[in-house]
Nanobody, 125 residues
């Protein structure tokens, strides 16, 4: 069993940056496919970025490409999301997710087995 815990959320002004971390316990994340999603009130959970286990190939939603960067630190057993040039529309609860085995569709919510509890990100305009 894997427990995922997000941290690093908070209040930031538009144009600012935040770095979210997802810490894992129970298993090493080295071989897991990991993703970041967000959910704003009244909206569906939205894919942001994913990173493959092993080679570490990355994928991004068009809405965050060029602004967000996903990375993993195997020594610390964490996955991070660096968020730059934040906009008011980035306000949401941010979740990390993990899957033990290689997934075909990293952008799909249903591809992931494990989820964190979420961390709130609020961007003021």
């Amino acid at each position: 069993q894997v427990q995922l815990v997000e941290s690093g959320g908070g209040l930031v002004q538009a144009g600012g940056s935040l770095r979210l971390s997802c810490a894992a316990s129970g298993r090493t994340l080295r071989s897991y496919d990991m993703g970041w999603f967000r959910q704003a009130p009244g909206k569906e959970r939205e894919f942001l970025a994913a990173i493959r286990g092993g080679r570490g190939s990355t994928y991004y939603a068009d809405s965050v490409k060029g602004r967000f960067i996903i990375s993993r630190d195997n020594a610390e057993n964490t996955v991070c999301l660096q968020m730059n040039s934040l906009k008011a529309e980035d306000t949401a609860v941010y979740y990390c997710a993990g899957a033990r085995y290689g997934i075909t569709w990293p952008q799909r919510v249903g591809s992931y087995e494990y989820w964190g509890q979420g961390t709130q990100v609020t961007v003021s305009s």
